[in-house]
């Protein structure tokens, strides 16, 4: 049976394409029934206030940090959105004199414009954004070294190599709304891939590269960053692949429902828990990772019911 056309992007693969069966069992599922997709390798936390979902972020950035020594340094790969958790992170190492020496920190993705990363002049810049809501509120006695901290915008090869280098504890992320995790988007429907997408096999061959961004990530970023200025946006971005991301401990996906809406944070829930891996929804090939969270702030999560306003 041939697979549906998007219905927001016709030339790109994307969770529109998968047949009614799956989007109508994402759409009916409670929270409590998010909470029942827990099964081994795949875990889903809730957290009912906002203060404490942030904290429980930042706080992850500690336990990886605290991992790091001489003999194995350690690090954390983390996402500019959310970005609520990124003034604790730094808070919290001044409060607890934690000495960053042998941590290192990824940033998952960068914007790029005619084959150039942005610089961080961009309003928009990802390393603009750690720089200035973490790492330069850091003690000066305290910070790690610049070369530990590792940004999608020189050689990509080194930029992937280092994963083989320094133990990654953790790969944070936020979900989009075409449902990626950094820029991992899906696919253009074009050559081979014009009936079926990737397979995962397929997908998951990808490291860290420039790539087209999906139309519905272009306009999510200037809802959320540039006050709905689409033409601000660029249309590509380097970043992490699933080559990196299966080189992490464990990948943690942090969902308060601002950057995803109710139904999208169900579907890759129950793809992921049922083994469901398409890369028309590329967050649900973490279903063959070893070791995923979905952390939720319950409130956040809302209904699926439809509502006229």
């Known amino acids: ?5 998007s219905k927001v992007a016709p030339d790109w693969w994307d969770y529109t394409t998968l047949h009614d069966d799956v989007l109508s069992e ?12 827990t099964r081994d390798g795949f875990q ?3 957290y009912e206030t906002l203060e404490d979902f942030y904290l429980a972020e930042a706080l992850e ?14 690090g954390i790969c983390g996402p500019v959105g959310p970005t609520e958790q990124l003034p604790l992170v ?4 001044n409060e607890l004199d934690l000495d960053l020496t042998h941590a290192h920190f990824w940033g998952m993705d960068e914007w790029t414009e005619n084959g150039a990363p942005v610089s961080t002049d961009h309003p928009l810049s990802f390393a603009k ?9 850091i003690r000066p006695e305290l910070r790690m070294a610049p070369a530990n901290l590792h940004f999608p915008t020189g050689d990509l090869g080194a930029f992937s190599r280092s994963f083989d280098e320094v133990r990654c504890v953790v790969m944070q992320g936020g979900q989009g709304e075409v449902k990626h995790w950094a820029f991992n988007d899906p696919p253009k429907r074009a050559g081979e891939h014009m009936d079926q997408p990737p397979s995962p096999e397929q997908y998951r061959k990808l490291a860290t590269r420039v790539t087209d961004l999906h139309p519905m990530t272009v306009i999510q970023n200037a809802r959320t960053s540039g006050g709905g200025q689409v033409a601000l946006v660029p249309a590509q ?7 990196e991301t299966w080189k992490a401990e464990k990948v943690s996906i942090w969902q308060a429902g601002r950057h995803d809406n109710p139904f999208g944070m169900r579907l890759t829930a129950l793809m992921i828990s049922r083994g469901l891996a398409d890369a028309s929804v590329p967050m649900s090939l973490l279903a063959d ?10 409130p956040g999560i809302g209904t699926c019911e439809a509502e006229m306003h």
């Open 1 to 5: 049976m041939p697979r549906p056309i």
């Open 129 to 137: 954004a750690d720089m200035d809501l973490c790492f330069n509120r």
């Open 237 to 243: 971005a380097a970043t992490v692949g699933p080559v």
């Open 26 to 37: 994402a759409a009916a599922l409670s929270a409590d029934d998010l909470l029942g997709l």
């Open 90 to 93: 730094a808070r919290l190492v």
């Open 61 to 74: 950035y500690i336990a990886a940090w605290r991992l790091a020594t001489a003999d194995r340094p350690a």
């Open 44 to 46: 889903v936390r809730f």
């Open 289 to 298: 990772h070893p070791n995923v969270q979905f952390n939720y702030y319950r």
